[in-house]
């Protein structure tokens, strides 16, 4: 049974960092895309990071890019997505999906398995 967990959300404040963990049991991911999404109250989920494969592309949205850093730990069978320099325009639910290594990084739809997805505050 494939399963995802993230952890690691909180309230943190304004220029300070969280690490995110995706947990992943029923599968290897190693050779399936890890997705990073959020989504705000009232806003539609959107892609923040992506890596493809353990050998793949790595692609970040723009409004993350040179804060976070995505990551795979292949023996631990779990992906982290390090957040630094965080803004309170980064709060957000953030989910980690599963999906072939050919979706398109950020479009949701492509992906198969979701977690349940963690909480992050950016808040003074």
């Known amino acids: 049974q494939v399963q995802l967990v993230e952890s690691g959300g909180g309230l943190v404040q304004p220029g300070g960092s969280l690490r995110l963990s995706c947990a992943a049991s029923g599968f290897t991911l190693d050779v399936y895309a890890i997705g990073w999404f959020r989504q705000a109250p009232g806003k539609e989920r959107e892609g923040v990071s992506c890596s493809s494969s353990s050998y793949g592309n790595i692609y970040y949205a723009d409004s993350v890019k040179g804060r976070f850093t995505i990551s795979r730990d292949n023996a631990k069978n779990t992906v982290y997505l390090q957040m630094n320099s965080l803004k309170p325009e980064d709060t957000a639910v953030y989910y980690c999906?599963?999906?072939?290594?050919?979706?398109?990084?950020?479009?949701?739809?492509?992906?198969?398995?979701w977690g349940q997805g963690t909480q992050v505050t950016v808040s003074s």
């Open positions: 999906a599963v999906g072939p290594p050919t979706v398109m990084a950020f479009n949701p739809n492509e992906y198969d398995y």
